[in-house]
């Protein structure tokens, strides 16, 4: 892709040493090349979806792995004239089953959906068109085409070939193939160990009473719950740090031992967004500090000296959620040795004309609207960034691009369906 061409990620580099705003792409084009994955191990087939796959996995054998009867019915030699005389059906052949012996032309055989058609049998007639004469013997009512209602050997795949290439996300379809070709212990990618803190002195527990200027720490339990449901299990919970240099300094050291640290907050141009500077006393590398998006601008991207990747998000609740679909999952799963990381985008038109203010790329939240026909998207009214009640309702975020200052209801926006359930209680 345009993330990592190598121009891109020149012009990044500059632009960071001159500390100016770099474009989403340009970000993400000077991050991806230090994310690298880690070692493989091997999983169970019963925890492995959600993993990436480290080695190609190869058919074992053809699939279908013999000619394979697609409906019940009676196995006969084709011949053609298969309607004009009646058959003697000399034995039955179940899933799993074989059946030996010599066959003449007007002998059948009954056979189920699953079993391995025998030789000399070539063709299979359904047993709705077959009709049992008093005497035991079949009429059969409708010519058929020679080879009917079988798989052939290896016509869906042939033995030896890909059937899932390393650095694929696995899912539960994946589990299956897997399965189908007695893969049970599987060659996963590490996945990396992530840390969270969230800094801010207005900021209490979940657990915690908030009072007055006080407000419950959110950010830190919805980024472990997304961390979790992309199933990262080494995961260090740190939690709050006022905005008091040594107490941020303290936890950013025990964080810098993982893989990732993410923390939320103090990354602003306020008087007490100090987390920029605790994490340079750290050691902590600057890779980038602000990136032209709407929300979230103010994002602190660096190295630590262990080589682990520290995000530094801005305190509004909105922002981290789109930051952490739109940048940091990207770096997770390529940290997890994906070859596919970047959300991808559905063209689909505005419900309604949506404004862009902010001068960058911006992703705004939206529910996708249909009347029956064409699917629209809708942007959720919002007070802003800190608006976290009304982004829960989205489905995902577009994009309006950058430069752009509006754009008319029915033009076709990129959407990310990246937040929402796709459900619904109609059909
Ligand atoms: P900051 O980026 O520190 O200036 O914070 C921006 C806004 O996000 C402020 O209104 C903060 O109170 C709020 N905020 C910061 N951290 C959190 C958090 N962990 N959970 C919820 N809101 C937060
Ligand atoms: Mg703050």
Redesign the pocket.
């Known amino acids: 892709t345009s993330f990592q061409g190598l121009a891109q990620i020149q012009i990044a580099k500059r632009r960071i040493e001159e500390n100016v705003t770099v474009t989403y792409e340009q970000a993400l084009a000077s991050v991806l090349p230090i994310v690298r994955a880690m070692d493989a191990h091997t999983v169970s087939l019963a925890s492995v979806s959600g993993d990436i796959l480290a080695r190609d996995v190869f058919a074992d054998r053809n699939i279908p792995p013999f000619p394979r009867v697609a409906m019940d019915g009676y196995a006969v030699i084709w011949t053609g004239r298969e309607v004009e005389k009646p058959y003697r059906v000399v034995g039955t052949v179940n899933p799993g089953g074989a059946w030996n012996g010599d066959a003449a032309d007007s002998d059948c055989i009954k056979i189920m959906t699953g079993a391995m058609v025998p030789p000399p049998f070539d063709t299979v007639i359904q047993v709705e068109l077959a009709k049992a004469a008093p005497d035991g013997t079949i009429r059969f009512t409708d010519p058929v085409k020679r080879g009917e209602n079988i798989a052939r050997e290896g016509e869906d795949v042939r033995e030896g070939a890909v059937l899932i290439p390393a650095g694929t996300l696995l899912s539960p379809h994946h589990v299956a193939i897997l399965s189908s070709v007695g893969q049970w212990a599987v060659p996963v990618y590490k996945r990396p160990s992530v840390a969270v803190l969230?800094?801010?002195s207005?900021?209490v527990e979940p657990w915690e009473t908030a009072q007055g200027p006080m407000?419950?720490?959110?950010?830190?339990h919805f980024l472990l719950a997304a961390l979790k449901e992309l199933g990262f299990a080494e995961i260090r919970y740190l939690g709050?740090a006022p905005?008091d240099r040594e107490r941020i300094v303290s936890k950013i050291l025990e964080g810098l031992d993982c893989d990732f640290l993410l923390l939320?907050?103090?990354?602003?141009v306020?008087d007490?967004?100090i987390v920029p500077d605790c994490l340079n006393a750290c050691g902590v590398r600057k890779i980038l500090h602000k990136v032209a998006v709407k929300p979230g601008k103010?994002i602190f991207v660096g190295e630590s000296p262990g080589g682990g990747i520290v995000i530094g998000?801005?305190?509004?609740?909105v922002a981290?959620m789109v930051h952490f679909h739109m940048f940091i999952r990207p770096l997770l799963l390529k940290a997890s040795g994906a070859t596919e990381y970047l959300p991808k985008p559905i063209l689909l038109p505005l419900a309604r004309s949506a404004a862009n203010k902010s001068g960058g790329k911006k992703f705004t939240i939206a529910r996708l609207e249909s009347d029956g026909g064409e699917t629209r998207v809708a942007e959720i009214p919002s007070h802003g960034s800190?608006d976290?009640v009304s982004a829960c309702r989205a489905d995902g975020v577009f994009e309006i691009p950058l430069g752009t200052v509006q754009l008319p209801a029915g033009h076709f926006v990129r959407f990310y369906p990246i937040w929402g359930n796709f459900l619904s209680n109609e059909g």
């Open positions: 969230a800094t801010g207005e900021l407000i419950r720490n959110s950010n830190s709050i905005d939320s907050g103090g990354v602003s306020g007490v967004d103010p998000l801005p305190g509004n609740p981290v800190g976290f």
